[in-house]
């Protein structure tokens, strides 16, 4: 069974990710086989904030090269995760700004 904290793995911190701050939207790196719905509740849960929607992003993996060796970097998926309008924000991205 997936707790909240096994789906979300990671804040992702980027330029165009911090510039959706103001728009109460933020980007999270999840477990590939997540779901919005999946998604939306382990934010909820962790963060205590109420969300409006969720987007998702399957990035594939890329071929990597190491002399004659070649192999592949793992896929990731990203939620673009939207808070309603009188939600509070989420207070790990506070200071980013």
Excluded: C
């Excluded at 992003?57 to 998926?77: C, D, S, Y």
């Amino acid at each position: 069974m997936k707790t909240a904290y096994d789906i979300i793995k990671k804040p992702v911190i980027t330029e165009r990710s911090m510039s959706g701050i103001g728009e109460n939207k933020y980007v999270f790196e999840v477990l590939v086989s997540a779901n919005k719905v999946e998604i939306k509740k382990a934010i909820e849960e962790i963060f205590g904030v109420q969300v409006a929607s969720v987007n998702t992003v399957k990035l594939p993996g890329k071929w990597k090269r190491m002399g004659v060796h070649t192999g592949k970097t793992p896929a990731m998926k990203k939620a673009i995760v939207t808070l309603k309008a009188d939600s509070k924000p989420i207070e790990i991205f506070e200071g980013m700004l």
